[in-house]
C-alpha cells in the first residue's frame, strides 16, 4: 500500500539555520504530494503542494521539489525563525484514495 | 470567517461511558473526516464521509461510530468499546471527489479534542 516515511525527529536549529526534512514515499499511482503544519494545539495547515514531477511547491520559504526519480519530497528553508517551531507531515494521494500521512516531524528553534 | 469548528477542546470520558466530539464546518465542502493522532504515529483515518448520510470506515473504526445527517456536521462517539481512547482527535473537511481529484486531496483542519480517561 501507499506510504510515507519521514526522518526521524525532534529537529533543533538555531535561528537562521538551513532547514531539510526529508520525505519519501511509496505510491502505487502517480501521487500529488503535501506538507501540513501543525502548530501546538492546533489543528493541520497545508503548506505546500506539488502535483507532479519536477514541480516545486512553495509557501512562507518553504521549498520543496516532487522528486519522482527518487520518490522523495524533501521540505527546506533557507533560513528558519522561533515561530517555524511546530510539527510538519509529509502526505500523499492520488486519484480518489484517501490521505496517507507520514508520522510527523518535530521542529525546534532556538534563538 | 470560514472554517472548521471542533467542540469541546478537551474531554473527559469516564469508564464505560460514550462520548461526542463535535465538528461543524462552513465552508460548504461535501467531504468530511475523522482522524485520530498519538504521539510518533501521525493520524490515523477514523471515519470519513464524501457526502450526507453516507460515511465509511476509515483504518481504526472499531470503538467509535459516526453520523451525517447534515452536510455542515460530522459528530464523533467515542463508545465504551474503545479502549484506549485517549489521544488527540482532529476533524477535517474537503471539496467532494466529483470535483476532481485534486480538489478532495487538499484537507482543511479543525483545532482539534483533546481527550482523555478519568
Known amino acids: 500500500g501507499d506510504s510515507v516515511t519521514q526522518m526521524e525527529g525532534p529537529v533543533t536549529l538555531s535561528e537562521e539555520a538551513f532547514l531539510t526534512i526529508n520525505c519519501t514515499y511509496t505510491?502505487?499511482?502517480?501521487?500529488?504530494l503535501f506538507w501540513y503544519v501543525q502548530y501546538p494545539g492546533e489543528g493541520l495547515q497545508l503548506l505546500l503542494k506539488?502535483?507532479?514531477?519536477?514541480d516545486k511547491g512553495s509557501n512562507k520559504g518553504f521549498e520543496a521539489t516532487y522528486r519522482k526519480e527518487t520518490t522523495s519530497f524533501h521540505l527546506e528553508k533557507g533560513s528558519v525563525q522561533v515561530s517555524d517551531s511546530a510539527v510538519y507531515f509529509c502526505?500523499?494521494?492520488?486519484?480518489?484514495?484517501?490521505?496517507?500521512f507520514g508520522t510527523g516531524t518535530k521542529l525546534q528553534v532556538i534563538p | 470567517d470560514g472554517g472548521i469548528t471542533q467542540s469541546p477542546k478537551y474531554l473527559f470520558r469516564k469508564e464505560g461511558q460514550n462520548v461526542t466530539l463535535s465538528c461543524e464546518q462552513n465552508?460548504?465542502?461535501?467531504?468530511m473526516y475523522w482522524y485520530r493522532q498519538d504521539p510518533g504515529q501521525g493520524l490515523r483515518l477514523i471515519y470519513y464521509?464524501?457526502?450526507?448520510?453516507?460515511?465509511q470506515k476509515g483504518d481504526i473504526a472499531e470503538g467509535y461510530s459516526v453520523s451525517r445527517e447534515k452536510k455542515e456536521s460530522f459528530p464523533l462517539t467515542v463508545t465504551s468499546a474503545q479502549k484506549n481512547p485517549t489521544a488527540f482527535y482532529l476533524c477535517?473537511?474537503?471539496?467532494?471527489?466529483?470535483?476532481?481529484?485534486?480538489?478532495?486531496?487538499?484537507?482543511?483542519f479543525g483545532a482539534g479534542t483533546r481527550l482523555s480517561v478519568l
Open positions: 477535517a473537511s474537503s471539496l467532494g471527489t466529483w470535483e476532481g481529484p485534486m480538489a478532495k486531496n487538499i484537507q482543511y
Open positions: 505510491a502505487t499511482g502517480y501521487p500529488s
Open positions: 506539488a502535483t507532479k514531477a519536477d
Open positions: 502526505a500523499l494521494t492520488w486519484g480518489y484514495q484517501k490521505v496517507t
Open positions: 465552508l460548504n465542502h461535501d467531504a
Open positions: 464521509s464524501q457526502i450526507v448520510n453516507d460515511f
